[in-house]
């Protein structure tokens, strides 16, 4: 008779081991998770973009946060991750306090809305990760990017079933959150996590979906024709290849998966119903319907590619003459491609004046409606003078800046034509505009210490395409609003949690700051909930007003003024349902009260104008003028003072 221990493949696994591995689940899972539901929810809901939207964001994140602090027997951080979060605190409540010197506290105070979610986010992430599951959060974050990308995609490939034809964002891509830019770094960020995946994953199922999601990631990039989000590819790209201590492998990685994505571009950039302005429903949805067949081929592709080269990876051994071989192959073409470059486009300091020149001068003309076209034009457009405004506004308020959110009332000032602008298309201008050197100071510290992180986590497996996912980001900041963009920004926020959580130290010291980290999570709870309850009412009156219930829209804007009391758009709410309301008396005392919350707002001026008469009408429309010279409404009004 055969023994138990003898008809046993493996022996049982004992209650100990039993709980040990469930707890070692536990740490991959829930770092996944968190990556995963905030990147996908806040991508869904256009990005994170609205105020309604930070209230809960944050509030969820601190709760997570605090549940770690309190389930966890040992939450450690490290040093690097202690400064990194004590820095971005740093910024928010600098942003905060220049409420104090900024004409309103207004804005200042709904935009330190949007960066504590930032605060909360990576406090969560920090606080949920352990050093051996940093691979988690990159994972979470890369599956959320792709299933949103891959909805994305298929607004255009089938918007006959989607219902959606985009023609107001002038046929590019950039739904679900709503900006095409942000769609496209959003994207780029996603493709350099699946290719480090796919190269670096320990399960071939995953290193298979990782490869096959370049395929609809590099799509979506491509239907945003963002030329700021290829080129953050491309730098997060080189980022990854010079910090990736096994450099070899990620090109042959790249060389085995690149083709199908490039298939992919090179197919789509051929079918002129999926490339031109004009295109009618049913000829995108046929189109859009043969290449998604074409999608799906390559897709498939690429995954057989990369289960393939994992089999030979791991069974078949490399002699090393023949890599050798295989290193000067890759060198010489990569000097052949750099010789070539010379040859068409010059030296480096003539590439450099000829893309200097091209982005200071105006854009090409998009011909026929072909927005390939957009790829190959490299000026920069609008961003020039808006860039000039922010210098100003600088030099008006070279040491402490004008105050956090106040960008836009600079614009609408000096602005040189009537383009409507919110923010810079340069977080670290129009951050060194608002808040001064200090505060570009402290953003820059917060955002720099994971590149830190990467110098001792370079031996772990993925800490250099999470280094080059976050520097995709970081470059494509300097060209665009993606600081707005809550999904984006925690996306990369992830990626650098991930490099300072594998750059932990195994033996930390038994923690001292859980009590004060917990107060903290909580008075951002706190405030949150305030925010949220105060926005919601905001957009629920704005929502009353636009259907003509103006008496929902009056109370909503009541409840709004009691849960925001340093907000003057809950009293300009009220002031604009009785006007309608022909409650004129009502209505410029409400104004009048906005106006002195914000006088920097023009809309408020022109609207207590228009519930005026005499000599406060005079003066309301002056000021009005004054903020705003060259808005059409208020351009009309110039010879009626």
Same mark, same amino acid.
């Given at each position: 008779?055969?023994?138990?221990?003898?008809?046993?493949?493996?022996?049982?696994?004992?209650?100990?081991?039993?709980?040990?591995?469930?707890?070692?689940?536990?740490?991959?899972?829930?770092?996944?998770?968190?990556?995963?539901?905030?990147?996908?929810?806040?991508?869904?809901?256009?990005?994170?973009?609205?105020?309604?939207?930070?209230?809960?964001?944050?509030?969820?994140?601190?709760?997570?946060?605090?549940?770690?602090?309190?389930?966890?027997?040992?939450?450690?951080?490290?040093?690097?991750?202690?400064?990194?979060?004590?820095?971005?605190?740093?910024?928010?409540?600098?942003?905060?306090?220049?409420?104090?010197?900024?004409?309103?506290?207004?804005?200042?105070?709904?935009?330190?809305?949007?960066?504590?979610?930032?605060?909360?986010?990576?406090?969560?992430?920090?606080?949920?990760?352990?050093?051996?599951?940093?691979?988690?959060?990159?994972?979470?974050?890369?599956?959320?990017?792709?299933?949103?990308?891959?909805?994305?995609?298929?607004?255009?490939?089938?918007?006959?079933?989607?219902?959606?034809?985009?023609?107001?964002?002038?046929?590019?891509?950039?739904?679900?959150?709503?900006?095409?830019?942000?769609?496209?770094?959003?994207?780029?960020?996603?493709?350099?996590?699946?290719?480090?995946?796919?190269?670096?994953?320990?399960?071939?199922?995953?290193?298979?979906?990782?490869?096959?999601?370049?395929?609809?990631?590099?799509?979506?990039?491509?239907?945003?024709?963002?030329?700021?989000?290829?080129?953050?590819?491309?730098?997060?790209?080189?980022?990854?290849?010079?910090?990736?201590?096994?450099?070899?492998?990620?090109?042959?990685?790249?060389?085995?998966?690149?083709?199908?994505?490039?298939?992919?571009?090179?197919?789509?950039?051929?079918?002129?119903?999926?490339?031109?302005?004009?295109?009618?429903?049913?000829?995108?949805?046929?189109?859009?319907?043969?290449?998604?067949? $074409?999608? +799906? #081929? %390559?897709?498939?592709? !690429?995954?057989?590619?990369? @289960? /393939?080269?994992? &089999?030979?990876? *791991? =069974?078949?051994?490399?002699?090393?003459?023949?890599?050798?071989?295989?290193?000067?192959?890759?060198?010489?073409?990569?000097?052949?491609?750099?010789?070539?470059?010379?040859?068409?486009?010059?030296?480096?300091?003539?590439?450099?004046?000829?893309?200097?020149?091209?982005?200071?001068?105006?854009?090409?003309?998009?011909?026929?409606?072909?927005?390939?076209?957009?790829?190959?034009?490299?000026?920069?457009?609008?961003?020039?003078?808006?860039?000039?405004?922010?210098?100003?506004?600088?030099?008006?308020?070279?040491?402490?800046?004008?105050?956090?959110?106040?960008?836009?009332?600079?614009?609408?000032?000096?602005?040189?034509?009537?383009?409507?602008?919110?923010?810079?298309?340069?977080?670290?201008?129009?951050?060194?505009?608002?808040?001064?050197? $200090?505060? +570009? #100071? %402290?953003?820059?510290? !917060?955002?720099?210490?994971? @590149? /830190?992180?990467? &110098?001792?986590? *370079? =031996?772990?497996?993925?800490?250099?395409?999470?280094?080059?996912?976050?520097?995709?980001?970081?470059?494509?900041?300097?060209?665009?609003?993606?600081?707005?963009?809550?999904?984006?920004?925690?996306?990369?926020?992830?990626?650098?949690?991930?490099?300072?959580?594998?750059?932990?130290?195994?033996?930390?010291?038994?923690?001292?700051?859980?009590?004060?980290?917990?107060?903290?999570?909580?008075?951002?709870?706190?405030?949150?909930?305030?925010?949220?309850?105060?926005?919601?009412?905001?957009?629920?009156?704005?929502?009353?007003?636009?259907?003509?219930?103006?008496?929902?829209?009056?109370?909503?804007?009541?409840?709004?003024?009691?849960?925001?009391?340093?907000?003057?758009?809950?009293?300009?709410?009220?002031?604009?349902?009785?006007?309608?309301?022909?409650? +004129? #008396?009502?209505?410029?005392?409400?104004?009048?009260?906005?106006?002195?919350?914000?006088?920097?707002?023009?809309?408020?001026?022109?609207?207590?104008?228009?519930?005026?008469?005499?000599?406060?009408?005079?003066?309301?429309?002056?000021?009005?003028?004054?903020?705003?010279?060259?808005?059409?409404?208020?351009?009309?009004?110039?010879?009626?003072?």
């Amino acid at each position: 008779m055969t023994s138990p221990e003898l008809s046993l493949s493996r022996p049982p696994v004992t209650e100990v081991e039993s709980g040990l591995l469930g707890r070692l689940a536990l740490t991959q899972t829930a770092p996944a998770l968190l990556a995963f539901a905030v990147v996908f929810v806040l991508g869904a809901d256009s990005g994170g973009y609205r105020p309604t939207t930070w209230g809960w964001s944050t509030l969820v994140l601190s709760l997570v946060g605090a549940l770690a602090l309190v389930l966890r027997s040992e939450p450690r951080l490290g040093r690097l991750e202690k400064a990194a979060a004590l820095a971005l605190l740093a910024f928010t409540a600098w942003g905060l306090l220049s409420a104090l010197w900024s004409p309103s506290a207004t804005q200042p105070l709904l935009e330190s809305q949007r960066v504590l979610v930032y605060v909360a986010g990576l406090l969560a992430a920090l606080l949920v990760a352990h050093s051996r599951s940093y691979r988690a959060l990159l994972a979470g974050t890369w599956c959320a990017i792709t299933l949103v990308c891959v909805y994305s995609l298929l607004t255009r490939l089938v918007p006959d079933r989607l219902g959606y034809l985009d023609a107001l964002a002038g046929y590019r891509l950039e739904q679900p959150l709503g900006y095409w830019n942000a769609l496209g770094v959003f994207a780029a960020i996603g493709t350099v996590l699946a290719l480090g995946l796919a190269a670096r994953s320990r399960h071939a199922a995953l290193r298979a979906l990782a490869a096959a999601s370049t395929v609809p990631l590099v799509s979506t990039l491509y239907f945003t024709f963002s030329r700021g989000s290829w080129i953050s590819l491309g730098v997060g790209l080189l980022v990854t290849f010079a910090f990736d201590r096994r450099r070899l492998q990620l090109i042959s990685m790249l060389l085995v998966v690149g083709p199908w994505p490039a298939l992919a571009v090179w197919y789509a950039s051929g079918s002129k119903p999926l490339t031109r302005l004009g295109t009618g429903l049913a000829a995108a949805a046929d189109a859009g319907h043969h290449f998604l067949g $074409v999608e +799906l #081929g %390559l897709m498939l592709a !690429a995954a057989a590619a990369t @289960l /393939v080269f994992t &089999f030979a990876e *791991r =069974r078949v051994p490399v002699p090393r003459r023949l890599r050798l071989a295989y290193v000067l192959l890759i060198t010489l073409a990569l000097a052949s491609a750099l010789a070539a470059g010379v040859v068409r486009f010059g030296s480096p300091p003539t590439v450099a004046r000829h893309l200097y020149r091209s982005f200071v001068g105006p854009g090409v003309t998009v011909q026929h409606g072909n927005l390939n076209q957009r790829l190959f034009d490299l000026s920069g457009g609008q961003r020039i003078p808006q860039w000039k405004v922010a210098w100003r506004e600088y030099q008006a308020h070279p040491r402490l800046g004008s105050g956090l959110g106040t960008y836009e009332r600079h614009w609408n000032q000096l602005r040189p034509a009537n383009w409507q602008v919110v923010n810079v298309h340069n977080l670290y201008l129009e951050t060194l505009a608002e808040l001064g050197p $200090v505060g +570009l #100071g %402290l953003l820059v510290v !917060a955002l720099g210490l994971p @590149l /830190v992180a990467l &110098f001792k986590a *370079r =031996r772990r497996s993925l800490a250099a395409p999470a280094a080059g996912a976050y520097v995709a980001f970081l470059a494509h900041a300097a060209v665009d609003w993606d600081w707005q963009m809550p999904a984006v920004t925690l996306a990369a926020l992830f990626c650098a949690a991930a490099l300072l959580v594998a750059a932990r130290p195994r033996q930390e010291p038994q923690p001292r700051w859980r009590l004060p980290a917990l107060a903290l999570l909580l008075v951002l709870a706190a405030f949150a909930f305030v925010g949220l309850r105060g926005n919601r009412a905001i957009a629920a009156s704005e929502a009353a007003a636009n259907r003509g219930n103006l008496r929902d829209a009056t109370g909503d804007a009541r409840t709004a003024a009691r849960w925001a009391p340093w907000s003057a758009r809950p009293w300009q709410l009220r002031g604009e349902a009785e006007v309608q309301q022909h409650r +004129l #008396g009502a209505a410029r005392a409400d104004l009048r009260k906005a106006a002195a919350k914000d006088p920097a707002d023009w809309s408020v001026w022109l609207d207590l104008a228009l519930a005026s008469t005499g000599r406060e009408r005079r003066h309301a429309l002056t000021e009005a003028i004054r903020l705003n010279p060259l808005d059409p409404v208020v351009a009309s009004f110039k010879g009626h003072r």
